[in-house]
């Protein structure tokens, strides 16, 4: 039995390094169910690779990572596949196939990881494209046929429509005008409600952190250097937070930009 307090994602002195470069230096964050976590830092500080880790699409050196009190840095592939379906995913560009319908899109995990029959499926599909503000019409589209906005909102009705336990968005508004991201916020606040999911959202786009974290957590040189309510994080009394925060080019980060 899971008691209450188990985190619903707990890392635990994650490690992982490509070649020479060490990009996680020993990552310890918890996620409780239900709660709202943004991760915040600069390019390149990886944001990505802990997302992969957690995903098992890359394998940490070391440390732990328990989904729901399981530690999944060993599962075997029939296991894996299992604890994925506990995940839905917003990709940084929606990554939608042309080459299938808007709905069909939407319905691709149903059909395919679920061997849901076709009409149900588009059903759903439809449903879920409504919870985001789309008219069923719009299933028939092409996602070519969308603008980057409306690609989104097809992006996350797909990554609510088997009603996961945990969402990952990764930089959910990035390319978006500042009143479309407003409006994908707002969606995402909604959407994660009403599914009563765990969100783990990466993003640089401070208004949108401000919107969906209950909590904020930054990381910086692989490592997680501050977390606290979304609230807190003006009065954080971290030089590192602070300077993010206001963008300011002056500060302890130093960014590594060289002669072309
Ligand atoms: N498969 C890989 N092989 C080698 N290096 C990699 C690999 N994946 C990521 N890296 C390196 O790890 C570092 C962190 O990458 P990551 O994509 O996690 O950054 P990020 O914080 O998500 O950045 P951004 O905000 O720009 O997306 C980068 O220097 C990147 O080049």
Redesign the pocket.
């Known amino acids: 039995m899971l008691s209450p307090a188990t985190p619903k994602i707990a890392l635990s002195g994650v490690t992982k390094r490509?070649?020479p470069?060490k990009?996680l230096n020993g990552i310890d964050l918890q996620v409780g169910k239900g709660e709202s976590l943004v991760v915040i830092?600069?390019?390149?500080?990886?944001?990505?690779?802990?997302l992969k880790c957690i995903l098992g699409l890359?394998q940490p050196d070391s440390g732990s990572i328990r989904v729901d009190g399981q530690e999944t840095t060993a599962l075997r592939p029939r296991e894996r596949e299992k604890m994925l379906h506990k995940f839905g995913m917003l990709f940084q560009g929606a990554a939608l196939f042309d080459s299938l319908t808007v709905w069909e899109n939407v319905a691709f995990g149903l059909m395919q990881g679920e061997h849901m029959p076709r009409a149900q499926a588009k059903e759903i599909a439809i449903a879920k494209l409504g919870a985001v503000g789309l008219t069923p019409d719009v299933g028939e589209l092409s996602p070519s046929e969308l603008s980057g906005g409306m690609q989104k909102r097809v992006g996350l009705a797909r990554a609510i429509a088997d009603e996961p336990e945990i969402i990952f968005f990764d930089?959910p508004t990035t390319g978006l005008d500042p009143i479309m991201a407003d409006v994908i916020n707002e969606l995402i606040v909604q959407c994660v409600k009403d599914l009563g999911a765990t969100a783990v959202t990466?993003t640089?786009d401070m208004a949108s952190a401000r919107k969906i974290a209950d909590r904020i957590a930054m990381?910086y040189q692989g490592q997680i250097i501050w977390t606290g309510h979304a609230s807190d994080i003006d009065q954080s009394g971290n030089p590192y937070v602070d300077q993010f925060v206001h963008g300011r080019a002056e500060g302890p980060i130093k960014m590594q930009i060289r002669a072309l």
């Not at 390149?44 to 690779?49: H, I, M, N, P």
């Open positions: 490509f070649g470069k990009v830092g600069g390019s390149g500080t990886g944001k990505s690779v802990m890359l930089e990466i640089h990381i």
